[in-house]
Structure formats: structure tokens, C-alpha cells
């Protein structure tokens, strides 16, 4: 399947036609496509696997701590099990404001670090581990971002790009320290009033519904792939 048919934008337009967010930044969005259509190529050519299917959420997300009452954190991409074509798959979601807002070279190291996410979320499914996706309280900053720091997969063992491995690291380390990107955020999303939604971090976690269990769909070749 190609990737244009993996990328699902039914949640923008959704956004658009109710204008809920603005036709400046519904336009935006979409002039951004095609850095990220090349990012999750580079992606695809690097693993030599197929990207997951991809989402939007137009929502600025942030997530709020219980043991860090002044501090937030915003969800420029995720991991989630969603519907695709009938089946519950791996998926990837992107932040509207994110793909608008961040530069080029940020947005080619999320598009691989989400990648290496959906491996580890893979090979945890495949194997039964659903307690070790679920994990411990995310109560503060530092508990998730090293939760997030270890599940996921070392970029080396799964993407031949030397150049692209060293951008995942630069950028990710371990999340996004981005000042500039921040400000834009704030000065042209919060401040104009666009959509801003919050979360907990359990509330972001990668939920695993067991009952469902049994209708979730893994690519084969990133199987065969993590086969000893």
C-alpha cells in the first residue's frame, strides 16, 4: 500500500470545515505534507520497512503532572493502537502545530524516533507484554521522559543512515529541547486562541484493550525482522 494511502487527515478536515482551526493554519498544515511525506520516506528507505499508518491530532496536547504542579509537557508525536481499515494497528500520531511549526530537521528525527517507538510497542505485542506498555506512574517530567527513553529500540539496529541515526540523537536527547519551537507554539498557536487540549501522562499512555486483544495487527516483516 502506498504511503499517501497510509496518512489519514480526516480529523483536519474535520477541524477545517468547523473552523476550529483557521484556514491560515488549515492551509499551513497542508503546504507542510510534503517534508513530512519525505521525512517518513527517508524513514522507510533507512529501516527498509513500511511506516506505520499515520494520524493528526489537530489539538495542541499537553500533559499535566500530579507531582509537578507548574509544569507541562507537549506531545509532539505518539505511538496509539487505533482503527485502520478494520483492524486495530500501531499507529503513529502527529501534532498539527508540529508538523506546521517545527523545522525540517526536527521533523525527519520525530518521524524516525516515532518509528522506533512503534518497534518496541511491535515487539511488546508480539510477545504478550502488555504490563511492560503500561509501566509505572508517569507522576512527573523525569519519570516519563525516562519512560519514554526506554521504550523504544537503539536507532542503530534498525536504520542504516548514519546521518540520520546522529540527527535522532541530537534532537531527542532524551525529548525535544526546542526554545524556538516553544515560543512559536505559544506566539502562534496558544496566543490566537487555536484549539489546546490537556492530558495526564496516564491518560497519554499507549492503551491496550485486552478484551481487543486478539484484533490487533502487526506488520509481518517487522516481525520476521525481530526474530532472533
Known sequence: ???????NFDKVYEY???GIIGKEEFTSFFDR??????????TEEASGLQYPPVFFEPALTIIRYPASAFSGAVIYATCKLMEYIGELQPCVVFSVPFVILSREETLRACAAHEFLHYIYITRALSKGHYMDLAGERLDSVEVHQA???TH?????EWIRNSELVGLVKKVFNPNIDDPELEMAIREKWIDKGLP???????????KI???EIQRVKL????LQRLQP
Open 16 to 18: 477545517g470545515e468547523k
Open 147 to 149: 519512560y519514554d527513553d
Open 219 to 222: 506488520d509481518v516483516k517487522v
Open 196 to 206: 489546546v487540549k490537556y492530558t495526564t501522562a496516564e491518560e497519554a499512555k499507549l
Open 1 to 7: 500500500m502506498s504511503l499517501e494511502r497510509r496518512i
Open 33 to 42: 505534507i510534503p517534508l513530512l511525506e519525505k521525512a517518513l520516506r527517508e
Open 209 to 211: 484493550p485486552i478484551a
Open 152 to 156: 523504544t529500540v537503539p536507532p542503530e
